[in-house]
């Protein structure tokens, strides 16, 4: 099954806020690019990806993201993430007819293609479907199979707003890279272990993190 991607990125200026505590305001909208650079660039070369649709409104990124080969879908609605994402998929899917569409992250510059294609490999087997990030409360990754309604449900605790809603979770060993998104400087330090895209890793050269 080849899925299309949609892929959520708020205006850099307004991107990564929590990560002031390691990145001066000047650095964040740099940071904030870096990582969906390596999570698109990423995500392109996965054997499981047809395509991958970048809704935004930054035209910095929109610029950058485009020339690695995403599609990019402004933010029409502009009514926030769950809406973002549901207009994407519908985008998406005037061109694709019932095409499987996942949502993912910007935010995960050590994703591996290898460990996508497994959670999207697990994903095929359910109508709904969702991984959580790291810290067990989020979620990264979002999947509905052919002709079934996304339903995005992310937010404060979104692992549990997504299984109330109907999506199986997916309970998958050794996918560490698309689990690992980045909002503090903690989680920088965790995606820097795992061993992070060529942008991400120029970029947070030199940034003090804490515990490292």
Known sequence: MQWTLVIPLKPLTRAKSRLADTAADGVRPGLALAFAQDTVAAALVCTAVADVAVVTDDELAARELAALGARIVPDAPARGLNAALAHGAAVVREKRPGAPVATL????????????????????????????????????????????????????????????????????AGVDSVRQDVDTGEDLRAALALGVGPRTAAVSAGLLIPGS
């Open 105 to 172: 992250n910007a935010d995960l510059p050590a994703l591996r293609p290898p460990e996508l294609a497994r959670v999207l490999q697990a994903a095929a087997e359910f109508p709904r479907a969702f991984l959580a990030d790291a810290a067990a409360r989020g979620t990264t990754l979002l999947a509905a199979g052919p002709d079934r309604e996304l339903r995005p449900a992310f937010g404060i605790d979104s692992r549990s707003r997504h299984r109330v809603s109907g999506a199986a979770e997916l309970a998958l």
